[in-house]
């Protein structure tokens, strides 16, 4: 029996998503009984993506329209509740849906349209919209959170990029409020290959992660508002390769968290597509090859060459958090540790999250609240606002 909450015991992605979700409803992403009324349904078509893909949008339609009926009765705190929730539903349906067709890209650009309304009818926190000019006159979309309770004038500020598969509206909703009350601001990025960038603006994954960091940081020093020479930069789940990459070539950020940690990430894929349809990860396995722009395992793998750390992370030297579920399914805790052992900074921090204490599992998705409480406390230390 599995030690943590597995929505449906046979089906480990379908279950890890609605486990984030759940996870996650305490800042909002989600409501249990909606999550419910979904799973129900599921349940008769277990394992069909697009079954899955139907009955989120359904949700995230109904949830949508809560949010305008509210919204048209001058609700408007209601109907940001409202919005956030139908944001995250239609994401999570789309998530596994490969190619990204016109009914996936429709239930996409919906989301979008909901979290944007989200945070203009919303109280706090307060974010814009912004865009991070990039490489070729093109632009990586973004939101930057202000800081609440700061103490100066020009605060700390963390960038967080997300993972594989998730993007930045899903990043948000994994308790950047609870960050932005510790006195940081935060820019949270859609990096090449996830979110709108890859979705909308043909950006892919690539290997020199520290192009998109290096970017985010750019923009940071035109700001007045933040202090960018006290910069963090963060990432989840497939971004334990793009936080410690960007930090260890480009030494103006101050700090690094890798939540989850990735190593050899080739070789992860390597073995994943070897085993086609049976690895347990959080993505179907033709994801890699939309991400990657290829159209064969041969080409995805060759891409993917560079996706390496040793050699990297020696020349790593800010702060450094390493934060791994000792159960975590996906990155086993021998590439976790071969990471830490090979960074290069001297105050380095690996936290461990077991399964007596919970958060075991990839990025702490069975315990949201342990894992963001010990990356942002450890944050605010290390950058003092």
């Known amino acids: 029996m599995a030690d943590w909450y597995m929505y449906f015991p046979t089906q480990y992605r379908w279950s890890s998503a609605i486990c984030f979700m759940v996870s996650c409803a305490r800042w909002g992403a989600s409501e249990i009984g909606e999550i419910d009324q979904v799973g129900r349904r599921l349940a008769k078509k277990l394992g069909d993506d697009g079954h899955w893909f139907r009955e989120w949008v359904r949700m995230g339609e109904k949830v949508r329209s809560l949010a305008r009926e509210a919204e048209r009765k001058g609700h408007g705190l209601s109907a ?119 979705r909308f603006r043909n950006l892919y994954l690539r290997h020199d992660y520290e192009v998109a960091g290096s970017a985010a940081l750019d923009y940071l020093e035109g700001r007045r508002d933040v202090n960018a020479k006290r910069a963090a930069i963060m990432a989840l789940s497939a971004g334990g390769y793009y936080a410690p990459r960007a930090a260890s070539m480009d030494r103006r950020y101050k700090a690094c968290v890798a939540w989850g940690a990735i190593w050899d990430y ?70 976790a540790r071969a990471l830490f052992r090979a960074a290069g900074s001297k105050d380095k921090t690996f936290k461990v999250f077991t399964a007596r204490e919970g958060g075991a599992q990839h990025c702490q998705r069975d315990n949201m609240t342990l894992g963001t409480a010990f990356i942002y406390d450890w944050l605010q230390e290390k950058l003092k606002p």
């Open 80 to 198: 940001a509740s409202h919005y956030k929730r139908a944001c995250c539903y239609y994401q999570m349906g789309e998530r596994f849906r490969t190619p990204k067709d016109k009914k996936g890209l429709d239930a996409y650009r919906k989301s979008i349209g909901c979290f944007r309304r989200f945070l203009e009818l919303t109280d706090r926190p307060r974010a814009e919209v912004v865009e991070i000019p990039y490489e070729r006159g093109k632009k990586l979309p973004a939101y930057f959170v202000h800081a609440e309770n700061p103490k100066a004038e020009r605060p700390p500020v963390v960038v967080f990029f997300d993972g594989l598969d998730n993007t930045k509206e899903l990043v948000f909703m994994r308790g950047v409020e609870d960050l932005v009350r510790r006195g940081m601001s935060c820019l949270v990025v859609d990096g090449p290959g996830s979110g709108e960038a890859a």
């Open 266 to 335: 080739h070789a992860t894929w390597k073995k994943r597509l070897a085993a086609y349809g049976t690895s347990l990860h959080a993505v179907p396995d033709h994801h890699i090859y939309w991400i990657m722009n290829a159209k064969s395992t041969e080409e995805a793998l060759r891409k993917m060459e560079g996706f390496r750390l040793d050699g990297v992370v020696q020349k790593m030297r800010c702060a450094f958090l390493l934060v791994h579920g000792e159960d975590d399914k996906q990155i086993p805790m021998k590439d």
